[in-house]
């Protein structure tokens, strides 16, 4: 049974740093495409960054790019996203994702679709 679990959320001040982790089971991260995601109060899921499968070919979305990283621990079957530079407006419920196909939902640049959610974790950036 394909399953995601996202950690590491938090308050934090702004211009701090975070790290989430999603823990996959039931597949093996290194061979499926996997995403992070966020969805604010109000506002639509947005994608922020992902990771391709077998290569590991990272893509950023514009409010992500040069602050946030995203990397795979293919011995653990985790995959990172690290975030620094926080600012207010990052305030969201992060969502990490993944697929092996062509089906699913929630494409954004070169990333996806997805078949497979976690449930969140909440990031909140607030002084």
């Known amino acids: ?3 995601l679990v996202e950690s590491g959320g938090g308050l934090v001040q702004p211009g701090g740093s975070l790290r989430l982790a999603c823990a996959a089971s ?3 991260v290194q061979y ?3 995403g ?4 604010a109060p109000g506002k639509e899921r947005e994608g922020v960054s992902c990771i391709s499968g077998r290569a590991g070919t990272t893509y950023f979305a514009e409010s992500a790019k040069g602050r946030y990283t995203i990397s795979r621990d293919n011995d653990k079957n ?3 996203l690290e975030m620094n530079s926080l600012r207010p407006e990052d305030t969201a419920v992060y969502y990490c994702a993944a697929g092996d196909g062509y089906g699913g939902t929630h494409k ?3 990333c996806g679709p997805y078949d497979y959610w976690g449930q969140g974790t909440q990031v909140t950036v607030s002084s």
Do not use: A, D, E, L
């Open 1 to 3: 049974q394909v399953q």
């Open 26 to 28: 039931g597949f093996t």
């Open 32 to 34: 499926y495409k996997i």
């Open 36 to 39: 992070w995601f966020r969805q």
């Open 78 to 80: 985790i995959v990172y």
């Open 108 to 110: 954004f640049g070169p």
